[in-house]
């Protein structure tokens, strides 16, 4: 994989769109294919990481961790790893993350509207 160029023109637009635009900012922190499946999945409470990988299937080990440690790195999830043999680690939303409900509930509407053949205005 090639390295990022900090200094291109490329770099310097997306860092001013996410300091600028609140949209992009949010679309940064939760966007992608699984971060959002992760989030909503902690609305209901904590959960082991053996409990995330069984709620959502097709995601690989790999993606969840990495997924998870860019969520815990963005402070919207916490980590807490549980001193037990055999050790175990669980996951919960922060103050920041729990603020997102009412994001992926609109989302929930949206896609149902928008599934049920209606067109969006």
């Known amino acids: ?35 959002p499946l992760i989030i909503y999945n902690l609305l209901s409470g904590k959960k082991r990481y053996s409990e995330l990988r069984r709620l959502i299937p097709a995601i690989t080990e790999k993606m969840l961790i990495q997924q998870l440690k ?12 549980l001193p037990v043999v055999p050790p175990f680690v669980e996951y919960n939303l922060s103050s920041s993350g729990l603020k997102l409900k009412n994001v992926l509930d609109a989302m929930v509407l949206w896609a149902d509207f928008c599934r049920d053949g209606k067109q969006v205005k």
């Open 70 to 81: 860019q969520l815990e790195a963005d402070k919207l999830i916490e980590r807490k790893a």
């Open 1 to 35: 994989m090639t390295k990022v160029k900090e200094s291109s023109t490329n770099q310097l637009n997306k860092k001013l769109a996410l300091n600028v635009c609140p949209v992009t900012y949010t679309i940064e922190k939760i966007g992608g294919r699984w971060k």
